[in-house]
């Protein structure tokens, strides 16, 4: 479209961007989701939630949207909600970045919080069960609960779709597995529509979707933390594989992507191309493999991109981060490009 009158309108038909080719034509796609509005993907499922509400009666004029978030949901049901006239409140915690709220706020959404100042741990499952109670004492409110709401892997048809049209086929879908939506959705629609991709999770070390023990981690908007319970959005039946990816991995093929490319990715999706860029020469020669990138660096300029907050946490791994990019090196097609030119 040349002309949109809603925000939502602008919303869908990414990029795909060829991250890594391996001399068998395997290829490492990453479809850019950062170029959504908001910047993340999760706008086209929160759209599609509040849709789905309004079509089954839960939503009428003037009504009260509440959600559990750590940002990126927030962020679309925010401008959702400005667009279609409702009272937005997002139940948060600290862990999530600032820049993320303070957006929020923007866009007039009211925030509350589950824990006080200084503390930055992950409350989902607090965050859960105070927007459950606030919707419910509300006759108002609507609880749109991702993580147990169908209309969320609804909102990802559509990446199957372009996914498609651009590629022909997707022959391995290896994305990070949060509310699970984005994966799941993606891989359902892609099987709807008869193409069968081999479908791999990718979950923090510390999340409990895939099993294994508990624990904290850092990566935002990903995982199960110990305490909460994994949603009816991760659907098991579509999953071949599950993998985890701790965060000290995760945060150095982001940061390693930013230096060798210029493209700035979010930690979860650094979670993503470290598994994909580590198991390129296991998969089938000629194999298109695709990872959804759910948002851009940008938002973690302060955390994953800055060194003082990445040493505080003993983070930072030079090691590690020199094996991405030798990855890189090895892969990009970008830099074989270059070759001969200078």
Not at 238 to 261: H, P, Q, T
Request: charged fraction near 25%; include cysteine; aromatic fraction near 6%.
């Amino acid at each position: 479209m040349a002309l949109v009158t809603r925000v939502t309108d602008l919303i869908g038909n990414t990029p795909l961007f060829e991250l890594a080719t391996t001399d068998t034509g395997t290829r490492l796609l990453l479809k850019l989701e950062q170029f959504n509005p908001t910047g993340a993907a999760k706008i086209r499922m929160a759209r599609e939630m509040v849709l789905d509400a309004e079509r089954r009666g839960l939503l009428s004029d003037g009504g009260h949207i509440i959600e559990s978030t750590s940002g990126n949901t927030g962020l679309g049901l925010a401008v959702v909600a400005a667009e279609r006239g409702y009272r937005f409140t997002a139940v948060v915690d600290h862990h999530a970045c600032k820049d993320k709220l303070r957006a929020m706020q923007a866009m007039g959404a009211e925030l509350v919080f589950v824990a006080d100042d200084g503390d930055d741990s992950l409350a989902t499952s607090a965050r859960e069960d105070l927007a459950e109670a606030m919707a419910a004492a509300r006759p108002d409110a609507y609880f749109t609960e991702q993580h147990n709401n169908d209309a969320n892997a609804l909102g990802y048809y559509a990446v199957a779709e372009e996914l498609l049209s651009d590629l022909g086929r997707v022959d391995i879908l290896l994305s990070a597995v949060g509310t699970g939506g984005s994966l799941f959705g993606t891989a359902r629609r892609l099987r709807e529509l008869g193409c069968r991709p081999q479908v791999i999770g990718v979950e923090p070390v510390g999340s409990i979707a895939f099993g294994g023990p508990g624990g904290p981690y850092w990566q935002s908007g990903t995982g199960t933390p110990p305490g909460a319970t994994v949603g009816t959005a991760v659907d098991y039946s579509l999953l071949d594989e599950g993998v985890k990816v701790s965060d000290v991995e995760a945060f150095a093929a982001a940061r390693a992507v930013a230096k060798k490319l210029g493209l700035l990715i979010g930690g979860s999706a650094g979670g993503s191309v470290h598994a994909g860029l580590t198991r390129l020469e296991q998969f089938p020669p000629g194999s298109t493999v695709v990872t959804i990138v759910c948002d851009g660096g940008e938002k973690y300029l302060d955390t994953v991109f800055d060194e003082d907050w990445m040493n505080d946490r003993d983070l930072l791994d030079e090691s590690t981060e020199k094996d991405m990019l030798e990855l890189l090196d090895r892969y990009s097609p970008a830099r074989r490009d270059l070759v001969g030119v200078r």
